[in-house]
């Protein structure tokens, strides 16, 4: 594998879940900064082809897959991808989850339960796995997109809010263990958004009108957050401005959570 002269090289960053409403925000701004993306699909192959076409107009050099993330094999594979073409990897964002119903855990059934574990936080070890040796290299950041519900705890939600719990605690080890390589790890927790999967909410009809509505007036702002809110503290997470910022969460949510 040729490593190119860190010099010389754009900045290298892996964004999960790149088609989704923070994902993608997040790699347009990647892209705009000088970095070369890889990311990482679920279901539509159309949004993300459109992604990386729009992505290579901005002049950005772009990878992208649908590797089960939880799949070690397949997870190994990507990076290596993504290694032999660029040899670095500089940031790391964790901007994917699947859709969790809104139901009581004592609804919930043990498959349920484990399939979300599984694809939220057994994925994030394995991207943590995956990267972390070539982050120690670059002294890189890693973001993790988990959810305000960690600190306002909505009902019918621990089927979203368990498993990325886990990862907020893997994110606090990581900021503990790796800051000695120069490696930064956070969390950023969106609030009720009006785009992305605060939409899904509403059209799967777990979250009704008129709760998103008393959402709205219990937020400070008055309003849903959008996906590139979240994305642009994402951003700053991993640029140079907050060289000095580690083990945090930041609640993108209007002020929800006060």
């Known amino acids: 594998m040729t490593v190119p ?5 754009r900045p290298v960053a892996l964004v999960t879940g790149g088609t989704g409403g923070v994902g993608r925000s997040v790699c347009d701004q990647l892209a705009a900064r000088g970095y070369r993306v890889a990311f990482t699909y679920n279901r539509s192959e159309d949004k993300a082809n459109s992604l990386a076409e729009d992505l290579r107009g ?14 070690p094999a397949q997870m190994d594979d ?3 991808q993504l290694l032999e073409r660029w040899g670095r990897i500089d ?16 609804t919930w059934s043990s498959e349920q339960f484990r399939r979300h574990i599984d694809q939220e936080l057994f994925a994030f070890f394995e991207l943590v796995r995956t990267t972390l040796p070539h982050l120690r290299v670059s002294s890189g950041t890693i973001t993790a ?23 907020e605690a893997l994110i606090h080890a990581l900021a503990l263990e790796e800051g ?7 969390a950023v927790g969106p609030g009720v958004m009006a785009d992305g999967m605060g939409v899904t909410l509403e059209t799967s009809g777990d979250v009704s009108p008129e709760m998103r509505e008393r959402n709205k007036r219990d937020i400070p702002l008055g309003r849903l957050g959008l996906g590139s809110e979240v994305a642009n503290v994402v951003c700053f997470l991993l640029s140079e401005a907050a060289s000095y910022v580690t083990g945090q969460w930041i609640d993108v949510d209007g002020g929800y959570t006060l």
């Open 91 to 106: 940031a790391v964002v964790h901007a994917a989850g699947p859709y969790a119903d809104q139901r009581f855990v004592s």
């Open 5 to 9: 002269s860190p010099a010389l090289a």
């Open 58 to 71: 901005a002049g950005a050099d772009v990878i992208f897959g649908r590797p089960v993330l939880s799949d």
């Open 145 to 167: 997109v988990t959810t305000f519900a960690l600190r306002r705890f909505p009902a019918r939600d621990a089927l979203s809010s368990a498993p990325k719990g886990g990862i």
């Open 78 to 80: 990507f990076v290596g």
């Open 180 to 186: 000695r390589y120069g490696v930064r790890a956070n």
